[in-house]
């Protein structure tokens, strides 16, 4: 054997990155919803945000609210799910990624704007996290094929109501959890 073609045998050639569009599929679940995300609060404090729980793959229009994802309909593949609380369990955010079929765009609303359906886990600070619970959140496009949105509340499983002031902790830990994952997919 020559020495060439032994060194070109006995090297390690890095695996190919799967395109933009197939990442989803191609990557581990724990690259697409890392075990924690690192953010800070509006005071500048660094958070990190935990995974609380992965949920099963969906249908768009079971995972997102309907105004969330109406542009996007007949273009969602299927939408992933997850749900992180930070790091002193005050707070929780489900993020959401629908799968799109062409481009989407973003889409910021205030208050409490249609977004992803929150994802509930027995057992840890995401336990009472549901549509009730949601006070915030938002949608991240891109001329990807993804569309990340976030529902945060808090973790006590407090109801929302209509006129509550919204901390700007909480409207930092949905757009935080949102802009990190959407970047991981799309970079």
């Known amino acids: 054997m020559s020495v060439v073609l032994s060194f070109l045998l006995s090297v390690t050639w890095p695996a190919p990155v799967p395109p933009v569009s197939e990442r989803w599929r191609a990557w581990p679940v724990t690259r697409i919803f890392p075990a924690t995300v ?8 660094r958070v990190t945000y935990v995974l609380a729980g992965v949920a099963p793959e969906a249908a768009c229009p ?3 609210h309907a105004a969330a994802v109406l542009p996007y309909r ?3 593949r299927v939408a992933l799910r997850a749900t992180y609380s930070d790091s002193t369990q005050t707070f929780v955010v489900t993020a959401g990624i629908a799968v799109l079929d062409r481009p989407g765009f973003s889409l910021h609303g205030s208050g409490r704007p ?3 359906r929150p994802a509930a886990f027995p057992g840890g600070p995401a336990a009472r996290f549901g549509d009730r619970q949601y006070v915030t959140g938002v949608v991240l496009g891109s001329p990807g094929r993804y569309l990340v949105a976030t529902a945060a509340g808090y973790a006590d499983g407090r109801a929302y109501r209509p006129g509550d002031p919204v901390p700007s902790r909480l409207c930092a830990a949905a757009r935080q959890v949102a802009t990190s994952l959407h970047r991981a997919l799309t970079r």
């Open 38 to 45: 690192p953010g800070h609060s509006p005071s500048g404090a």
């Open 62 to 64: 079971a995972a997102f």
């Open 74 to 76: 007949p273009y969602c």
């Open 114 to 116: 249609a977004t992803v």
